[in-house]
């Protein structure tokens, strides 16, 4: 299962709403996590099962979608939400991530 | 909550091996399934393999098929990740993840072990 991530890259702003996209090539229900990851840290994961925000995690974060379109948004992007973005699909084997997304500011 | 404790980083030659440990520090491994994902130098992340949740099978991605084994010893709660025929390409940073809210989404991670494969 391809996952394909949109926008490879943006630039915004604090305060901004981002909306990423992620896209599978096969309907994988909602079996589909995201991750941020800082330079030279290891990924942390977001939100799993396409909605669920995981514990901890700030609540401007959200997720939506089920079958093969998925979205992470940030409702109000903060100066730490600067970081890349990936998916993955738990769904089947092999576990893919998509290529990611990096937020840098505008 | 639990951590997971890499090795350190390492060095090698085209052609070697690696063996990459990753050690459950509170917690047992048998209560979970680990994952292994590497990131070249500015790249995306890559999943190798784990142990399937299921029936605790080792699962490899076709990627690196035949070269790669992934074993655990519960008696030491340690699992480790054996890459050989290393070329330039292995050269990344090697994860090790796995999940406690739920087997499939990974919310615990080692902090990464550096390989570097050149002559």
């Known amino acids: 299962i391809q996952l394909t991530q949109s926008p490879s890259s943006l630039s915004a702003s604090v305060g901004d709403r981002v909306t990423i996209t992620c896209r599978a090539s096969?309907?994988?229900?909602?079996?589909l996590a995201w991750y941020q990851q800082k330079p030279g840290k290891a990924p942390k994961l977001l939100i799993y099962?396409?909605?669920i925000l995981q514990r901890g995690v700030p609540s401007r974060f959200s997720g939506s979608g089920s079958g093969t379109d998925f979205t992470l948004s940030i409702s109000s992007l903060q100066p730490e939400d600067f970081a890349t973005y990936y998916c993955?699909?738990?769904?089947?084997?092999?576990?893919?991530f998509g290529q990611g997304t990096k937020v840098e500011i505008k | 909550q639990f951590h997971l404790v890499q090795s350190g980083a390492e060095v090698r030659k085209p052609g070697a091996s690696v063996k990459v440990s990753c050690k459950v520090s509170?917690?047992?491994?048998?209560?979970?399934?680990i994952h292994w994902v590497r990131q070249a130098p500015g790249k995306g992340l890559e999943w190798m393999g784990g142990?399937?949740?299921?029936?605790?099978?080792?699962i490899y991605s076709q990627m690196f098929q035949g070269r790669v084994t992934m074993t655990e010893d519960t008696s030491t709660d340690t699992t480790y990740m054996e890459l050989s025929s290393l070329r330039s390409e292995d050269t990344a940073v090697y994860y090790c993840?796995?999940?406690?809210?739920?087997?499939?989404?990974?919310?615990?991670w080692g902090k990464g072990t550096t390989v570097t494969v050149s002559s």
């Open positions: 993840a796995t999940g406690t809210i739920h087997p499939y989404y990974m919310d615990v």
């Open positions: 509170g917690n047992t491994l048998r209560e979970l399934s």
């Open positions: 142990f399937d949740p299921e029936d605790g099978e080792a």
């Open positions: 096969q309907g994988i229900s909602t079996y």
């Open positions: 099962a396409a909605s």
């Open positions: 993955q699909q738990p769904k089947s084997y092999p576990r893919t």
